[in-house]
């Protein structure tokens, strides 16, 4: 059952928007904590050398990197709202010599540029099903975070021919899905470091600009049924993934879609929150390899090109 709490998402996004102008004075971005899920490391480094590049697709300039064998089994990796591909480097560097690893800054953000139409789900996928298209991938394995894994379940949904699985970590199907109208001290310092990295990456943008258009779609998408998550093919191997200490998606959600989504695993993992995959980088990738050992032990990766 949905929790109904769309008025304190409501007032959540309210609290951020205009706990933005507060923050700029403060650069201190690491949380140290005795408790993983209370931690926020530094921002992973991409493995060296990378060779960032961009694909001129809907109008914007979209980032892209990629790693590993040519002829690997390709994943696609989607960062978080307001962040950018760097946040996956720890798992880049643990995968990298056996799979594909393919990265991309979503519209706006990261290293990516806009245009003037409003961000949505349905038009971040349209960007990654380009992205591929550009690249001649035919099907991926797909890991997102948060944001990234809701562009996941929306590609899983009206795309599921080009996912070979999806391992969606942190993702909601209903933006009433807040855990409270608070704004946790990790959170706060996540803000402040996604400004810095976000101002450093492009000098003549805005970030309250990009931050009021995203809480703009937070505030209404996703809004998915079950009737919507029952459309993903049973055969489509998908993990709704979660740390325990969640601080921006309550339990609820991923509880929800995993019994929602034909067939799909649910994983919790302990003594984490909404960065887990920085927190217990080893846990969460550990999580992830197994995933992909055992999806690809079913899954015939034969029929992707990889042609550049």
């Not at 991938?137 to 599921?160: E, F, R, T, Y």
């Not at 942190?170 to 402040?192: C, E, Q, R, T």
Request: charged fraction near 15%.
């Amino acid at each position: 059952m949905q929790r109904n709490n769309k008025n304190t998402t409501y007032l959540f996004v309210f609290a951020l928007f205009h706990f933005l102008s507060s923050i700029k004075g403060d650069n201190s971005t690491v949380v140290n904590s005795e408790y993983p899920w209370l931690r926020l490391p530094p921002t992973p480094q991409l493995p060296y050398p990378h060779h960032g590049q961009y694909a001129q697709i809907n109008d914007i300039s979209i980032w892209y990197t990629i790693y590993g064998p040519k002829h690997g089994a390709p994943i696609l990796f989607l960062h978080g709202g307001l962040a950018n591909s760097n946040y996956w480097g720890l798992q880049i560097q643990q995968l990298q010599n056996t799979y594909k690893c393919i990265l991309m800054d979503s519209r706006a953000q990261g290293r990516s540029s806009s245009s003037s139409a409003n961000i949505t789900y349905d038009l971040m996928t349209s960007d990654v099903v380009s992205l591929l298209n550009y690249l001649g991938v035919s099907k991926i394995h797909l890991v997102g975070w948060s944001d990234g894994a809701n562009i996941g379940l929306n590609l899983a949904m009206h795309h599921p021919g080009r996912l070979y699985s999806l391992f969606a970590f942190g993702a909601n199907y209903h933006s009433s899905g807040g855990n409270d109208a608070s704004i946790p001290p990790i959170f706060v310092a996540y803000l402040k470091r996604t400004q810095a990295e976000y101002e450093a990456f492009n000098a003549n943008k805005s970030y309250e600009i990009l931050f009021n258009d995203l809480l703009t779609m937070w505030a209404i998408y996703p809004n998915w049924t079950k009737v919507d998550l029952g459309k993903i093919p049973s055969d489509l191997p998908v993990w709704i993934v979660d740390g325990d200490h969640d601080e921006v998606v309550n339990r609820e959600q991923p509880d929800t879609m995993a019994s929602w989504i034909p067939q799909a695993g649910e994983l919790i993992l302990p003594r984490t929150s909404h960065f887990a995959f920085i927190q217990e980088p080893t846990r969460f990738t550990t999580a992830l390899e197994e995933f992909l050992a055992e999806v690809t032990k079913t899954t015939a990766c034969s029929n992707y090109r990889f042609p550049r």
